[in-house]
């Protein structure tokens, strides 16, 4: 299959989804718009402000939905946690799209294609490697 068609395949499942999801909670948006962001690099204090004033900002507008689109190694823990509660707590969809080609969900990346609604990953993409850390690399105590 070719890379083209594989990534037609991929943005048609993403808008069917969210049209289903939409129609599945109810949410009628009046724009009916889709916010598009990108998290690439590190997660940290900055992203999690970045990404919750987004949120907002699309709960406000009224927009049908929010496509975030990741490549990160991972990142802080408790920047992390705020954006998966942000996730939980929106009221409109969140979607994951862990891209471009050979991208990756590292880490805190993997903790947040899991928060959200919808998970996407293009080809040659990876996601995983989910161990909380210190900041030096140390595992926290149990």
Same mark, same amino acid.
């Given at each position: 299959m070719s890379k083209l068609r594989l990534a037609a395949y991929?943005?048609?499942? =993403? !808008?069917?989804? @969210?049209?289903?999801?939409s129609h599945y909670t109810g949410y009628a948006s009046t724009k009916n718009d889709l916010m598009i962001l990108k998290v690439n690099g590190p997660i940290q204090p900055s992203t999690a402000d970045y990404l919750e004033?987004?949120?907002?900002?699309?709960?406000? *507008?009224?927009?049908?939905?929010? @496509?975030?689109e990741i490549n990160t190694p991972g990142?802080? @823990? %408790?920047?992390?946690?705020? =954006?998966?509660?942000?996730?939980? %707590?929106? &009221?409109?969809?969140?979607?994951?799209? !862990?891209?471009p080609f050979g991208a990756r969900a590292g880490s805190a990346g993997t903790f947040l294609?899991?928060?959200?609604? =919808?998970? !996407?990953?293009?080809?040659?993409? *990876?996601?995983?490697?989910?161990?909380? !850390?210190?900041?030096?690399?140390? %595992? @926290? &105590?149990?």
């Open positions: 991929g943005f048609i499942s =993403i !808008v069917f989804a @969210l049209a289903f999801f004033r987004m949120i907002t900002r699309a709960e406000s *507008n009224g927009s049908a939905g929010i @496509l975030i990142g802080m @823990l %408790d920047a992390t946690r705020r =954006i998966v509660s942000s996730f939980i %707590d929106s &009221d409109v969809p969140i979607i994951t799209y !862990v891209s294609v899991a928060a959200s609604h =919808i998970a !996407v990953m293009a080809p040659t993409t *990876n996601i995983g490697a989910a161990s909380p !850390v210190s900041s030096d690399g140390a %595992d @926290l &105590d149990k």
